[in-house]
């Protein structure tokens, strides 16, 4: 059973090869391939569930690269976590492929659509079930990559240009943080399975590095803005980003290295996770874009899983991650279904009924609830137990989270009641087809069931009931305030027009990023700009000139000064051979001559000295 692991990578990868380099002879097809492959997959990650639930975990090691002097090996794992984050992959990586193919028939880019989806599925299998750092690191760009490529699916508008540069930016300068903490793991010898007498003082910094990468990956503060900006792609892109891949990764980071977590590291996850929490809440009530509001929603939804984290309760964060990855999965699409319906993202243009759109009526319904944590569905034994948890942690924190608790419920039945009505609505709209509506009732099913049935350690140890029935009660509190507000019209202002400025604009976290980091970065790029043309530049272009000024007068000189001294000697030395040449006449009588001539003179030298 274990060589199942790297089945469950290979076959989406080669699937999205596949379509990629042959999309063009598969042509329409190529969906079906896609949706085919992600199936078998999803079996495959049901028989290592079962496996690993049964039995015992699954371990395999494949050599990768090897020397005479050392080795790196592929290094795959599986435990119940990771056996239960590849299902959740693969079931809405399958629903969101269906569901494209009504939602994305006749796109002329529609065969890569498919390629990058299994692209991305499969990268996120390899980050999920990669045991080494290395393999874990690699698997984890190829997810900001695949990211990359859905949110800018449709490049050739600047939105969406803009979108899918935000969000690689956004996401490296945390991912920068995660890198160095994986040097520091490899300097010092440390792995999660074996920490031994590590100083505490290194961990915090290791974690906190590590955490890093998380709030990049699952747009944390201050890190938020590229996410709600990602909505520029198709929206089953957006369902599966922010259901079960892109961000959810920064969750499973958090999850898989939390015991090199210490109570410093844990205290500032715990602070980011309901300080974002209540931030997204807050900004999602004064948007009036379909999926900005499901996106910020997102947002404050991980800031919950990064609470439980922080409250060393890492177990909660995942039963939310499951239950979350199919409710806002649901969300997402059945804005698809409602877009694609009326031909707008605005809420204030759009009114219908559940006459009109039956199956998108009754399953928005079922994931409001679920969002705003209402029994029986699964949004409220997540939340239950996170809000447990922190409240026996940190009370501060606890008060942060009710209040967003409150906010949730608020905006999104505030979404609900502003583009539906209770009475029969007469219009002729465009019906969305039977792959999508299929996916959406798969979906409403998985968020009523996976609440209810859950695995063995997603149980809940806690048996106190007040808490939770005062969350519902906030719950139910802020759905009521919404209904007499936005469908009775009895409440005319619940937040005052200064709040809801600052919330529309996104507590100017934009306008942080671009005067206090776009900007200076302009400026100081100027400035070195400057330095360069005026300092460097003219330096270097003078030591150029004088060195060419200097060549022109070296040529000079050669021409005038060497070259004549060199011309001269050689016409002396000619003179003296030629002169010399007349000494040589090869008469006997003549060297005799010469020879007794020279010995003469040397004799009178030397006698007269």
């Known amino acids: 059973m274990n060589y199942l692991l790297p089945i469950t990578i290979c076959i989406p990868l080669l699937t999205s090869f596949l379509i990629f380099f042959f999309g063009k002879k598969i042509g329409e097809k190529s969906d079906y391939l896609s949706i085919f492959s992600t199936g078998i997959t999803l079996i495959v990650n049901l028989v290592i569930f079962y496996g690993i639930y049964k039995s015992q975990n699954l371990e395999l090691t494949l050599p990768w690269f090897q020397t005479s002097t050392f080795e790196i090996n592929i290094n795959l794992f599986a435990e119940s976590i990771s056996g239960l984050m590849i299902l959740i992959v693969g079931s809405v990586s399958l629903l969101t492929q269906i569901y494209s193919i009504g939602y994305l028939s006749g ?4 065969t890569k659509y498919f390629s990058y989806m299994s692209f991305f599925t499969a990268c996120m299998y390899g980050l999920i079930l990669a045991q080494d750092l290395i393999l874990f690191f690699i698997f984890w760009e190829f997810v900001g990559l695949s990211s990359y490529l859905l949110i800018g699916f449709y490049f050739q508008q600047k939105k969406a240009a803009l979108a899918q540069k ?3 930016l956004f996401t490296k300068f945390g991912d ?8 520091l793991m490899f300097q010092y010898g440390i792995s999660v399975e074996a920490l031994g007498e590590t100083p505490k003082t290194l ?14 990956k699952s747009a944390q503060f201050p890190l938020i803005m590229w996410l709600p900006r990602a909505m520029a792609g198709p929206t089953p892109v957006s369902a599966l980003l922010h259901a079960a891949t892109m961000v959810a990764a920064g969750v499973f980071l958090l999850i898989k290295f939390f015991p090199l977590f210490t109570e410093t590291s844990l205290l500032v996850v715990l602070i980011i996770g309901s300080f974002t929490a209540l931030l997204g809440a807050l900004i999602a009530t004064s948007q009036n874009n379909i999926k900005k509001i499901v996106a910020f929603s997102t947002i404050s939804q991980l800031g919950f899983m990064f609470a439980a984290v922080g409250a060393s309760n890492h177990i909660a964060a995942m039963f939310h991650l499951e239950t979350h990855a199919f409710f806002k999965a649901l969300l997402f699409l059945c804005a698809g279904s409602i877009t694609y319906a009326f031909g707008t993202q605005n809420i204030n243009k759009i009114k219908f009924s559940w006459n009109n759109l039956p199956i998108t009526y009754f399953s928005l319904l079922i994931g409001c609830f679920a969002l705003s944590g209402i029994p029986p569905f699964n949004g409220f034994f997540s939340k239950e137990q996170i809000l447990t948890s922190v409240y026996h942690q940190n009370k501060i924190a606890f008060i942060i989270l009710l209040i967003s608790t409150f906010f949730t419920a608020f905006y999104i039945f505030r979404l609900f009641f502003k583009i539906t009505s209770h009475t029969e609505i007469k219009q002729e709209i465009k019906k969305p087809p039977f792959s999508m509506k299929i996916a959406i009732i798969a979906l409403a099913y998985l968020t009523i069931l996976t609440g209810i049935l859950k695995p063995k350690f997603f149980e809940n140890q806690s048996h106190d009931f007040l808490l939770p029935t005062l969350t519902t009660l906030i719950s139910i509190s802020g759905i009521f305030l919404a209904y007499q507000i936005f469908e009775k019209k009895n409440i005319k202002h619940f937040i005052t027009p200064f709040l809801k400025k600052i919330f529309n604009k996104h507590f100017y976290l934009d306008h942080l990023h671009i005067h206090g980091i776009v900007k200076p970065t302009h400026y100081i ?3 070195i700009h400057y330095i360069d043309q005026n300092l460097i530049d003219s330096s270097v272009n003078g030591i150029s000139i004088l060195t060419l000024s200097a060549g022109k007068y070296s040529k000079k000189s050669d021409k005038k000064i060497i070259d004549r001294i060199v011309n001269k000697v050689g016409e002396l030395l000619k003179i003296f051979g030629q002169n010399l040449r007349k000494i040589q006449t090869g008469n006997v009588q003549t060297y005799i001559f010469i020879f007794l001539t020279a010995i003469s003179i040397l004799f009178l030298y030397i006698q007269l000295k």
């Open 107 to 110: 796109h002329k880019k529609y």
């Open 166 to 168: 935000k969000a690689f």
């Open 176 to 183: 920068l943080g995660l890198l160095i903490g994986i040097f």
């Open 203 to 216: 961990l915090t910094l290791i974690s906190l590095l590590f955490l890093s990468g998380a709030i990049g």
């Open 525 to 527: 790029s100027k400035f």
